[in-house]
């Protein structure tokens, strides 16, 4: 069964620094969606994106975030100068153009040093 | 007033006993209901896609639509220890088919 993929699994990176967070959405999906959750808590929605632009962005999508379909086949998230607080677990989700249910994937730990 | 709230359990219930998860909704241009699955640091897995009323089953699983009452239930039968997880449901249609609103969901306990 096709499934959305997120490379890599888990990211360390120094505070400060630009990190990239990479997802192969299902490759006949239209739209396509970051969220993030913070170890203990419940999963937030990022963005959402489809024909090449963002559809919507909650408030946590500030101006240090991202998103890019630079080809085909990848969605890319990417956090400019990373803090701290950006320590979560990422996942990337899409949908297919009918409106069906969204996909998951497994997700990248990222940890802000 | 959220859109869909969930029992918040947690629930914890012995191997091989029927698991009844609950929800109720508000919107009623809602069309389409999903329930998600989430094992600890992994993603949401998509359980079971419903749309309108009825039930729908999947080996052991049961989802059930009750748009008269705006319910929605997943029944899990024969529960295994490999069904710990939290439960996440979530409607959709008329205006409302974007990103999902995750609450807490229900965290399912299975023991031995």
């Known amino acids: 069964e096709p499934e959305v993929t997120q490379t890599p699994s888990h990211q360390v990176t120094q505070m400060g620094q630009e990190v990239i967070l990479r997802c192969v959405p299902i490759s006949n999906h239209l739209y396509f969606y970051w969220y993030r959750q913070i170890l203990g808590q419940k999963v937030e929605f990022l963005v959402s994106?489809?024909?090449?632009?963002?559809?919507?962005k909650s408030e946590i999508f500030d101006d240090q975030f991202s998103v890019e379909r630079p080809d085909g086949s990848n969605f890319t998230l990417k956090i400019r100068s990373t803090k701290l607080e950006d320590s979560a677990m990422y996942f990337c989700?899409?949908?297919?153009?009918?409106?069906?249910?969204?996909?998951f994937g497994d997700g990248t730990r990222l940890s802000i040093l | 007033q959220k859109e869909v709230e969930q029992d918040p359990g947690p629930l914890s219930v012995p191997e091989g006993a029927i698991v009844s998860l609950n929800c109720t909704y508000s919107n009623s241009a809602f069309q389409y209901f999903m329930w998600y699955r989430q094992y600890s640091r992994k993603g949401p897995e998509l359980l079971m896609y419903?749309?309108?009323?009825g039930n729908k089953e999947d080996g052991r699983f049961t989802a059930q639509v009750d748009k008269s009452s705006k319910y929605i239930s997943l029944f899990i039968r024969d529960s295994q220890p490999s069904d710990s997880a939290t439960y996440l449901c979530f409607g959709a249609g008329g205006t409302s088919y974007g990103k999902l609103t995750f609450g807490q969901g229900t965290i399912l306990t299975v023991h031995p």
């Open positions: 989700a899409s949908r297919d153009p009918s409106l069906g249910p969204q996909h």
């Open positions: 419903t749309y309108s009323s």
């Open positions: 994106f489809y024909n090449n632009e963002i559809s919507e």
